[in-house]
């Protein structure tokens, strides 16, 4: 599996951004998809997931600013909606990608893409 996020950028504090993923390779029409992320000397941090069903759950630190999505044509691609950004918000943007069953489990490792830089900055 393959991911690869795009959308990152520059971006004044209360501003807004949108991050695309697409995935590609054995990817499985039941699945997770979301976003993490890292800022310089702190761990990486789930962001948002969504499920293919269209399920959604969000950090608390971003309920209400931030909204993940997915394309429901394709089940591979996977968008985050920033908005009312912070400086605190910076980091580098990590798209994942896990497979999923109808019983909620999760038979086989979670694979994330090399990731989209998030500044903001005044």
């Known amino acids: 599996v393959q991911l690869q996020a795009s959308g990152g950028g520059l971006v004044q504090p209360g501003g807004s951004l949108r991050l695309s993923c697409v995935g590609s390779?054995?990817?499985?029409?039941?699945?997770?998809m979301g976003w993490y992320r890292q800022a310089p000397g702190k761990q990486r941090e789930l962001v948002a997931t969504?499920?293919?069903?269209?399920?959604?759950?969000y950090a608390d630190f971003v309920k209400g600013r931030f909204t993940i999505s997915r394309d429901d044509n394709t089940k591979n691609m996977v968008y985050l909606e920033m908005s009312s950004l912070k400086p605190e918000d910076a980091a580098v943007y990590y798209c994942?990608?896990?497979?999923?069953?109808?019983?909620?489990?999760?038979?086989?490792?979670?694979?994330w893409g090399p990731g989209t830089q998030v500044t903001v900055s005044s």
């Open positions: 969504i499920h293919s069903g269209g399920a959604t759950d």
């Open positions: 994942s990608y896990r497979r999923t069953t109808l019983t909620g489990l999760f038979p086989g490792p979670e694979y």
């Open positions: 390779g054995s990817i499985y029409s039941l699945n997770v």
